[in-house]
């Protein structure tokens, strides 16, 4: 295992328990840094914080003002930030022929501008060079029926990390993303455990699991550690890069054509499909 001793971490996106922040922020802690989690949620964010030793700052991440602060409280804690990691992430569903402003900005806010905000801000602290590390989705390199917004969201969260490894490397920052394709977190655990969905997703994934939110966590330590990359988006997938997500028609109750998929997700929870019927 990496040692981080005497290293600072932030990650943002980090209260729900189960969840690929929460991981990463466990994972950089037993590894010996000191961690400040930030999300919107402070309660769960705070028994994170106390598990760990580190400190919750209550942050929105779509929030400009909410980024800074949970910057600068990392600063004023220990004093400097060496690894900065956006998990952080709004599930948002619908077809390009119902978008509307209104679903259009909620894909971006967090998903991508926040992103940038962060990068930005936590960039402006890194006096000793460092890595930052922004979690994307596979959504955004293969397409998966409801996701467009958000598939679309995290493609230029991937723009925005080669733009950064170039403006900031001469800092000796590094800025690499990470591509999920499927995670078993608090997210999205009742959409894989639905009865024959979770099997469907990994048929496609060459070592015959679904990703667990360890397995994302792995791969965040090494990039955090002194690796020589930056400017790369790698896939954490188990292989499932080189197949496809499943098809609407391929998912348990699944109508055969894309007109009848509004049925299939609900929108007020945003949690993912459900059976038809």
């Known amino acids: 295992m990496r040692n981080f001793e005497g290293q600072v971490a932030v990650v943002l996106g980090a209260s729900a328990e189960g969840g690929t922040g929460w991981a990463i922020a466990e994972a950089l802690a037993k590894a010996g840094a000191k961690v400040v989690v930030g999300a919107r949620s402070y309660e769960p964010l705070k028994r994170l914080a106390d598990k760990i030793g580190g400190l919750a700052v209550r942050c929105d991440g779509g929030s400009e003002a909410d980024i800074t602060a949970l910057a600068e409280a990392a600063i004023a804690a220990y004093g400097r930030i060496d690894i900065a990691v956006n998990s952080a992430a709004t599930p948002t569903l619908g077809l390009i022929n119902e978008a ?18 962060f990068v930005r801000d936590m960039a402006a602290r890194m006096t000793n060079g460092g890595s930052m590390i922004l979690i994307s989705s596979m959504t955004a390199t293969h397409p998966l029926q409801p996701h467009f917004a958000y598939a679309c969201a995290k493609a230029a969260t ?78 954490v997938s188990g292989g499932n890069q080189m197949n496809r997500f499943p098809f609407l028609s391929d998912l348990p109750g699944a109508d055969k054509s894309y007109e009848g998929s509004a049925a299939l997700y609900d929108r007020e929870q945003g949690l993912g499909y459900k059976p038809a019927g």
Do not use: H
């Open 100 to 117: 509307t402003p209104e679903l259009m900005m909620q894909a971006v806010q967090v998903n991508f501008i926040g992103m940038t905000y």
């Open 158 to 235: 991937e723009c925005l990390v080669k733009y950064a490894a170039q403006e900031f490397g001469p800092q000796g920052i590094r800025v690499n993303g990470i591509r999920i394709a499927t995670s078993v977190s608090d997210m999205a655990g009742d959409f894989f455990n639905t009865p024959g969905v979770g099997e469907q997703f990994a048929r496609e994934v060459p070592l015959g699991r679904l990703g667990q939110p360890e397995d994302i966590a792995d791969a965040a330590l090494w990039l955090a550690g002194p690796a020589y990359v930056s400017g790369l988006t790698i896939d």
